[in-house]
């Protein structure tokens, strides 16, 4: 799994860091990086959502180290580009009021079909 070891460094983590955040002995974390060891599939979703990637970069499957139903800024079209930018000028306190308010609206569509 040498996606592990560059994901990892590319987060600012060492092994020791990785190994705190996730439980996975610091020992396991470097057999996997080495090859000397495979990850269970549960070990593997829990190294990927600590280090923000899909579990298909750290089985080496895809060269995007993305995190799942990434969006990158250039797939946007302007007017989806502009509410993105508009959006992160929210507090935290208005971005979790939009998001309620969009859960409130998906609710009330799919009632009306």
């Given at each position: 799994m040498r996606n592990l070891a560059t994901i990892r460094k590319k987060?600012?983590?060492?092994?020791t860091r990785l190994s705190e955040l996730t439980g996975i002995s610091q020992?396991?974390?470097?057999?996997?990086?080495?090859?000397?060891?495979?990850?269970?599939?549960?070990v593997l979703v829990i190294l990927a959502d600590a280090l923000d990637?899909?579990?298909?970069?750290?089985?080496?499957?895809?060269?995007?180290?993305?995190?799942?139903?990434?969006?990158s800024e250039n797939e946007l079209k302007p007017d989806e580009a502009h509410i993105v930018q508009e959006y992160r000028k929210y507090?935290?306190?208005g971005?979790?009021?939009l998001s309620r308010t969009m859960e409130a609206f998906d609710k009330v569509n799919k009632e009306i079909k």
């Open positions: 987060r600012g983590l060492t092994q020992q396991c974390i470097q057999r996997y990086e080495h090859g000397l060891s495979s990850p269970s599939c549960e990637t899909a579990t298909d970069y750290l089985l080496e499957r895809t060269d995007s180290d993305a995190p799942p139903n990434h969006i507090t935290d306190a971005k979790n009021f």
